[in-house]
């Protein structure tokens, strides 16, 4: 879950989030890189009298200094790419849910049981309990059995919404009228929020997401006790 003074991604329960998390630190060190010899050339040129001023001018430093970002773009597009096709990758799911966006409150359709469905809502600050955050938690929480490939139908009935979860390293776009789809796999049983990621109205910002992740065994009761 996001934690107060927080200034890395969170940490990831699925192996699309693993990959987006090294992706990340990978372009970073790029980042860090250039810029560290970018400034060191910045200051050699400013501070040195004695700089060669045809050096400026000339075709091999040109040829250089094209080709070097050239290769650059390439690491970082081809580890990039890769992870854009593992995210669209849909394998075999045993599982599916459809997550419909309203302002301002999300509903839930398990699709493989009969009249399971449910809305959630943000829960009053005057209604929480100890345990619970305020400005997260929700009064039905969307519960997914770990280890399991499970995958997540999302549409809208109004606006454009967003179904984001920082965590599992997934944002789809709920969109009137169509369907996106996403995968959902989880390592290990814990609590997740996430939020709309798309400015749809005046309550935007008080439709969080909960999902928490359990056994098999503790979803299978779950349903039946619904």
Same mark, same amino acid.
Request: charged fraction near 15%; aromatic fraction near 8%.
């Given at each position: 879950? @996001?934690?107060?003074?927080?200034? =890395?991604?969170? *940490?990831? =329960?699925? @192996?699309?989030? *693993?990959?987006? #998390?090294?992706?990340?630190?990978?372009?970073?060190? /790029?980042?860090?890189?250039?810029?560290?010899? %970018?400034?060191?050339?910045?200051?050699? #040129?400013?501070?040195?009298?004695?700089?060669?001023?045809?050096?400026? *001018?000339?075709?091999?430093?040109?040829?250089?200094?094209? /080709?070097? @970002?050239?290769i650059t773009l390439i690491f970082i597009a081809l580890p990039s790419l890769r992870i854009l096709y593992l995210m669209d990758e849909i394998n075999t799911p045993m599982l599916t849910i459809k997550s419909i966006g309203h302002q301002w409150y999300w509903s839930y359709e398990y699709s493989d049981f009969k009249n399971l469905e449910f809305d959630s809502y943000m829960k009053p600050a005057q209604d929480l309990e100890n345990? *619970?955050?305020?400005?997260?938690?929700?009064? =039905?929480?969307? /519960?997914? @059995?770990?280890?399991?490939?499970?995958?997540?139908?999302?549409?809208?009935?109004?606006? %454009?919404?967003?179904?984001?979860?920082p965590s599992l390293g997934i944002k789809i776009d709920a969109t009137p009228g169509r369907l996106n789809q996403g995968t959902i796999y989880m390592n290990r049983p814990t609590l997740m929020f996430g939020q709309c990621s798309e400015i749809c109205g005046a309550n935007h910002s008080f439709m969080p997401i909960v999902l928490e992740s359990t056994s098999m065994d503790m979803f299978i009761k779950w349903i039946k006790n619904y």
């Open positions: 879950m @996001p934690m107060w003074s927080q200034i =890395n991604l969170q *940490e990831a =329960n699925s @192996p699309l989030m *693993e990959q987006l #998390t090294f992706f990340h630190d990978h372009t970073l060190m /790029i980042l860090i890189m250039i810029t560290t010899l %970018i400034t060191y050339i910045m200051t050699s #040129t400013l501070t040195n009298n004695l700089m060669n001023r045809t050096l400026l *001018e000339s075709q091999k430093i040109e040829l250089i200094w094209t /080709i070097m @970002p050239a345990w *619970e955050f305020r400005l997260l938690d929700v009064d =039905n929480r969307v /519960i997914l @059995p770990y280890k399991t490939n499970v995958r997540i139908l999302v549409t809208s009935s109004d606006v %454009i919404h967003s179904w984001a979860l």
